[in-house]
């Protein structure tokens, strides 16, 4: 009853966009004979390209509007539930950024932070991933320290402070190893993951080819772990910033998270939020760094 | 190419007084009971049956997998005690390292034994060439098609040079078009190899056109109902599928698998009869009934 219908429908709306589409299209898409002019790459160019200058565009868009809305909530000095009369407008973190950039203590702060990151990263890394190896292979180091893991691993980095300056003799180490347990967690947890997700039939596969207990490890449970070793890095990278914020804050002398804090005792309010924006652009930068190396360790995930 | 693939015919696979069994909470649950098969060197022997016949767990307990509760499998009357470089073993889920190259894929087996580097790959190139394969030795697995991904499969298997060659159900997952050029390209290989295989399949067709004897399975726990043999001449092509002979022997494969199948489907569709099913759906669509 409906099909008759609906073919009389098409038929009869077919010639239309047909006719419509006559009109413009030889305006637009050029002949086939002149195939590599400017115009032509280009217009293909866009056309492949299309989604992600979209959402570059549109991420562009976004961050200028929140610099707006930032920069209108502060001259305007707005208060509704949340006071903005104290806050810094764009400008004014901006002034205090190009004041700061030519600041060798700024500078220091930064450099600071990045190397207790690195170390305590490190040696998160540097521990997690092959204990995180070892327990997925081993049932008896599992058995011994998942336990142990579990416990200790929901304490949030911040409850540490007061146990790590008691451990550690100078405050600087006290940091660092706050900024390594932050990341050393789900650097660990992930590559356990990862192992246990390891394909059975890939590790018979490398055993009737000849392989012995080594060389599956290298050659099968490693890589196949890659992954989610990567994806514990990305998060104990996260974890670390965080965490060495907070330790810098209560216990630091130097450092960005120290500089942030300093700000709001010193009543220097631009610097409050120049020290904020600083901690976002570093972690970003450093998760970019981890993805990257992700991509270069494992060639065959790349598109 | 021949220090790779010249080996002289052996490969003999003896499978005796075979059974096995799972330990689960209720008791043993018997998979293979008292099973006895035997490949001789050069052969082409294929084992179907119903699924969860056991069929892939005899293939298993050959290749060094699954330890049999009793009996032995010997290859040239050594025993079997684990997976080893001479028993070739192809997967039906490919199982290819996603993270290395087709040819590095090719070349781990020869890297375990510790050939020098330019050397296995050379072997890698050899085989890849005669898979027709060499333009994608830089690819990733994850890049190519079902069909060559079992092609890197088969001959990563065969680029150590072992004594038999062990598939599972290796064309399973591909469609029927590519199935049939993998037959004849896995043919090919095999004749220029003269290597021993024993092959696991439920097509029946695959099995006829690939094997010089066929053993038949019961349904679990599985034992050898029939053993068949296929005095088809070679080379085989695809048309003789259609012939008399061939159609007189997939007949009686089919009806003794088929018996298999019902039982291991259970009481209620032998009672009920397959005619049941049909009439209950007769001028009804599936939905309707459901």
């Known amino acids: 009853m409906s099909g008759p219908a609906l073919l009389r429908h098409s038929k009869d709306s077919m010639p239309a966009p047909a006719v419509a589409e006559a009109g413009p299209a030889p305006a637009v898409i050029p002949p086939p004979t002149t195939p590599s002019s400017f115009g032509t790459l280009a217009l293909r160019w866009y056309r492949l390209n299309r989604a992600g200058l979209r959402a570059t565009a549109i991420g562009i868009t976004s961050l200028l509007a929140f610099l707006l809305v930032w920069h209108l909530l502060t001259t305007y000095r707005v208060v509704f539930f949340v006071r903005f009369t104290n806050v810094p407008s764009p400008l004014a973190v901006y002034a205090s950024f190009t004041k700061a950039i030519h600041d060798p203590k700024f500078l220091m702060h930064i450099v600071l932070s990045c190397r207790r990151i690195f170390i305590g990263f490190s040696l998160a890394a540097i521990v997690g991933v092959p204990l995180g190896l070892i327990m997925g292979r081993f049932k008896l180091v599992h058995e011994v320290i998942f336990p142990v893991a579990e416990v200790l691993r929901p304490i949030p980095a911040i409850a540490w402070v007061p146990m790590a300056i008691m451990l550690w003799p100078t405050n600087e180490q006290s940091i660092v190893y706050i900024t390594f347990l932050g990341s050393f967690f789900p650097v660990l947890v992930n590559t356990l993951h990862g192992m246990s997700l390891v394909d059975p039939v890939l590790v018979r596969a490398a055993q009737c080819l000849g392989a012995r207990e080594r060389s599956i490890f290298r050659e099968v449970y490693f890589p196949a772990s890659l992954p989610h070793i990567f994806t514990g890095l990305t998060v104990g990278m996260g974890v670390a910033w965080v965490s060495l914020i907070a330790a810098e804050m209560i216990s630091g002398q130097y450092g960005i998270g120290y500089f942030t804090w300093e700000a709001y005792s010193l009543v220097q309010y631009a610097d409050i939020a120049l020290g904020m924006i600083a901690i976002g652009v570093l972690g970003l930068g450093s998760s970019l760094l981890i993805r990257g190396a992700g991509q270069l360790v494992m060639p065959w995930r790349s598109t | ?290």
């Open chain 2, 1 to 290: 190419m021949s220090e790779v693939l010249a080996s002289p015919p052996k490969g003999h696979i003896e499978v005796k007084n075979f059974s096995l069994a799972y330990e689960t909470i209720e008791g043993a649950v018997q998979a293979v009971t008292d099973t006895q098969i035997h490949v001789k060197p050069g052969e082409f022997v294929s084992i179907v049956g119903p699924s969860g016949c056991g069929k892939s767990t005899l293939l298993n307990a050959v290749a060094g997998f699954l330890k049999p509760t009793t009996g032995i499998v010997t290859v040239d009357g050594e025993r079997v005690n684990g997976p080893s470089a001479e028993r070739g073993m192809v997967f039906q889920q490919y199982s290819l390292f996603p993270w290395k190259t087709v040819r590095e894929n090719v070349e781990f087996g020869l890297k375990m034994r510790g050939m020098p580097r330019s050397q296995r790959e050379r072997a890698a190139r050899t085989l890849l060439g005669l898979a027709g394969l060499e333009a994608f030795e830089k690819h990733y697995p994850e890049k190519l098609s079902g069909g060559m991904k079992q092609r890197v499969g088969i001959v990563r298997a065969l680029a150590t040079g072992p004594k038999v060659l062990l598939l599972d159900e290796p064309f399973g997952a591909l469609d029927a078009q590519t199935r049939v050029i993998m037959q004849q390209i896995l043919t090919n290989m095999w004749q220029r190899l003269k290597i021993s295989v024993l092959f696991v399949t439920h097509d029946i067709d695959e099995a006829i056109f690939l094997s010089d004897r066929v053993y038949c399975m019961t349904a679990r726990p599985g034992s050898i109902k029939a053993e068949i043999p296929i005095p088809l001449e070679r080379p085989r092509q695809q048309s003789m599928m259609m012939s008399s002979e061939f159609l007189a022997l997939r007949r009686g494969l089919m009806s003794l698998i088929r018996e298999e199948s019902l039982k291991a489907m259970g009481g209620e569709i032998n009672d009920m009869g397959m005619q049941g099913l049909s009439i209950e759906l007769h001028g009804h669509s599936l939905a309707d009934v459901i």
